[in-house]
C-alpha cells in the first residue's frame, strides 16, 4: 500500500509543478485584471501541494500502523485534491462561480482524511 501512496504523492507532486508554472506563466494575462481568480488559483495549487505531500506521511504511515484508517486517509486526500483544487482551477479558468460550491467538499474529504490518519495512529 505504501507504494501506491508514494506513487500518488509522486503524480500530486509533478502536477501542482505542471499546474502551478501553468497559472504563472500561461494565465498570467488572463489574471491580470482579476486577481480574485488568480487567488483562487493559486489557493487550488497550494492546497495540491500540501496534499501531495501529506500523501507521502500515508506511505509511511501505512506501513507502521496496520490501521485501515490511514489507506482511508489517503484517498479522502486524493479526492479532496479533485475536488477542492480541482474545482478551484476549473472556476479559475472559467469564471463559473458555480464550480465554487464543490470546493466546500474537497475541504470535507481534506478534514476527513486527516481525522483518518489521526484515529488510525491512534488505534494502532
Not at 41 to 69: E, I, M, N, P
Amino acid at each position: 500500500m505504501a507504494s501506491t501512496f508514494v506513487l500518488l504523492a509522486a503524480v500530486s507532486g509533478f502536477l501542482g509543478v505542471a499546474l502551478g508554472a501553468f497559472g504563472a506563466h500561461a494565465l498570467a494575462a488572463r489574471f491580470k485584471d482579476k486577481p480574485n481568480l488568480e487567488a483562487s488559483y493559486k489557493t487550488g495549487v497550494q492546497y495540491h501541494f500540501y496534499h501531495g505531500l501529506a500523501l507521502l506521511g500515508v506511505a509511511w504511515a501505512s506501513d507502521k500502523w496496520a490501521s485501515g484508517l490511514i489507506p482511508l486517509g489517503g484517498w479522502l486526500f486524493v479526492l479532496g485534491t479533485v475536488l477542492f483544487s480541482g474545482s478551484l482551477y476549473a472556476l479559475s479558468l472559467t469564471g463559473n462561480r458555480k464550480l465554487g460550491a464543490i470546493t466546500p467538499l474537497g475541504g470535507l474529504a481534506f478534514l476527513a482524511g486527516w481525522a483518518c490518519l489521526a484515529l488510525g495512529v491512534l488505534g494502532g
